[in-house]
């Protein structure tokens, strides 16, 4: 299967807080008082509020076949689940061009509604183009060899960790 993946850019601007909220997040700088009036970066709840909004997001998503993962702002999707021998992907010659066309099927629908939905997308980080091997998170994930591996650039983080466990005292 065909995978992308759809950065958030400045996660949070699409959070916003009510106006009785923003009172109690703000900065002064001299005698200017600013306030927030979305979710800010800094306050220790953001990161899970802003998790579990996309998830829900997320959920939506899955409801409408198109399989996705998230990890607090790294998501993860698959191509669009529907019979590539019916409607207009039965007109594609091979296997290979319905898999594809249901990818790109998905990456727009994710992206329409993520921007309907008031998200900011982050498109230089984002892998628009459907391809079967995408990094998230530290790996590689492949759906051709149906595997995670690491980045290579990451196998540092292996090493230490081998190192680690054949210590006797850390």
Known sequence: ?????????????HLFLTEQSRVFFGIQWG?????????????????????????MAS?????????????????HNGQLQVSLDQGPYRLLKTVEERN??????AIFLLAY???????????????????????YLIFLSDSVRMVFHLIAEKEKLLNLICETLSCQVV
Do not use: M
């Not at 995978?3 to 949070?12: A, E």
């Not at 509604?113 to 990094?135: A, E, M």
């Open 113 to 135: 509604y993520l921007i309907d939905l008031g998200y900011f997308l982050g498109l230089s980080k984002s892998i628009l183009t459907p391809q079967q091997v995408v990094p």
């Open 31 to 55: 005698c200017w008082i600013s306030l927030y009036n979305t979710l800010p970066f800094g306050w220790k709840i953001s990161p899970s509020i802003y998790h579990s909004t996309g998830l």
């Open 59 to 75: 959920n939506f998503f899955r409801s409408i076949g198109i399989p996705c993962s998230l990890y607090i702002d790294d998501p």
């Open 100 to 105: 594809l066309a249901a990818a790109k099927s």
């Open 1 to 13: 299967t065909y995978q992308t993946i759809l950065f958030d850019k400045s996660g949070y601007n």
